[in-house]
């Protein structure tokens, strides 16, 4: 148990659905990101969420919408996705460095959601 | 562009060995570095981090060290059990675009025979 809890584990969806991934960390971090992760590739940032204002966005599909309402809850939010979306998604947080920027602290990753598009 | 590069790939020694994970960086202006364990479809688990102020950090059976000035750093694991088999990855921190990055190699798949 890290302290970061994903919602689904496992989500299969059609290239026409709409739905969301949701992550939760009970860490008091206030740093979010999602990644993803696709086989025999390294791990790609998507988004990272400092303070709740979007810090990061990595050249990342419009077809993925990042949410973050709170320091505690980072959503992401899918529609019209394509098969090659398929991968693990994971999210982390972490604690924001007192000088500012971007959160270099130790990162906590949640299990992962496994996503499947046909 | 930052590369991580974690060799080997695929290791498989027989229980009790000691072994040796490596990882480099083409950059080497990396300021911490994180070791992480995977298993399969789960998510990361933090291993050690290594501080901008530090060279090295230890946990249990784990010895990670960091050499900054060639960019690279080495993930010892002593009197290794069938249950450290996993794909460990590390991931360094640095300064890209004006922004900081963790950025990941693409592990090194461990396997620890009975």
């Known amino acids: 148990e890290t302290g970061v809890t994903q919602t689904p584990r496992h989500l299969v969806m059609g290239m026409t659905n709409k739905k969301s991934l949701k992550c939760e960390q009970h860490?008091?971090?206030?740093?979010m990101y999602w990644y993803k992760q696709s086989a025999k590739k390294p791990l790609e940032l998507m988004f990272v969420?400092?303070?709740?204002?979007?810090?990061e966005n990595n050249s990342v599909p419009s077809r993925f919408s990042p949410e973050c309402p709170n320091s505690s809850h980072l959503f992401l939010h899918l529609h019209t996705l394509q098969p090659e979306d398929s991968a693990l998604y994971l999210c982390?947080?972490?604690?924001?460095?007192?000088?500012?920027?971007?959160?270099?602290?130790?990162?906590?990753f949640g299990e992962g959601s496994r996503l499947t598009v046909l | 562009k930052q590369e991580v590069t974690q060799i080997p790939a695929a290791l498989s020694v027989p229980e009790g060995e000691n072994l040796v994970l490596n990882c480099s960086f083409t950059?080497?202006?990396?300021?911490?570095l994180q070791w992480f364990r995977q298993d399969p479809g789960k998510g990361l688990t933090s291993l050690l981090l290594i501080q901008s102020s530090q060279r090295e950090q230890t946990s249990g059976r784990l010895n990670a060290s960091l050499d900054k000035s060639s960019g690279r750093s080495t993930l010892y694991i002593a009197a290794s059990q069938p249950g450290d088999s996993a794909t460990y990855l590390c991931?360094?921190?640095?300064?890209?675009?004006?922004?900081?990055?963790?950025?990941f190699g693409k592990g090194t798949k461990l396997t620890v025979n009975p």
């Open positions: 982390a947080s972490s604690r924001q460095r007192l000088a500012g920027g971007v959160a270099t602290g130790e990162l906590f």
């Open positions: 950059d080497s202006a990396i300021y911490n």
């Open positions: 860490l008091g971090h206030n740093a």
């Open positions: 991931a360094g921190t640095l300064r890209e675009g004006g922004s900081e990055k963790l950025v």
């Open positions: 969420y400092s303070l709740e204002e979007r810090v």
